[in-house]
């Protein structure tokens, strides 16, 4: 069995530059690792994530949103990690069901509790071993991604909605303190990987 680490954090915290920071590394110094994302990661999931982050998409209704990320975390789960998992790799995965619980059960105020039972159906006992939070609050995050030019439909969500999400996330942590690993992703991007490359480690050499 392999070692399932999830990174966390609000839109723009730096999460896929840090995830895709620490899985060439972990290549660099020669372990065995993939490196996916949610949604996404397979061509089904890409294809789900296609129509959850359309901005054209603004009539999707919140249950709707959830249970399709939750198809998309599904058939990313039994097509990819399972697989890497069996073969004791690593799994760098940016983002995995901490997301739904903050961004679907809290900030869309679905419940936390509802967003965990159709996720359990989708994933069943397979939640990460350890998830590394990307920590920074809302605006600091918003301020980075403000210049991207193709915004998904979650990055158009006002101010509030992020600030929902950062408060959802911190009960999250709280739900799952064992499991979680807090970063300061206020620091620089080559501090923020090697932080988290070391916290990596730890966990791969037990
Ligand atoms: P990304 O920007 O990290 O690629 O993620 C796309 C958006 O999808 C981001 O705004 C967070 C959101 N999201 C959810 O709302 N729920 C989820 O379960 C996942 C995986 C992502």
Redesign the pocket.
Known sequence: MGFFITFEGP?GSG??TASTGVYEKLLENGYDAIYT???GGIDISEQIRKV??DPKNISMDAKT?ALL?AAS?RQHLVEKIIPALNEGKIVIC????D??LA??GYARGLGIEEVYKINKFAIGDYLPMKTLFLNVDAKTGLDRISNRKNK?R??QEELSFHNDVFDGYQKVIEMYKDRMIIIDATKSEEEVIDMCYQEVIKIVNG
């Open positions: 839109d999460k896929s994302r949610e949604p959850i982050l949103e990320y975390r940016d983002r995995f069901i997301s739904s961004y679907q998904d979650l990055d």
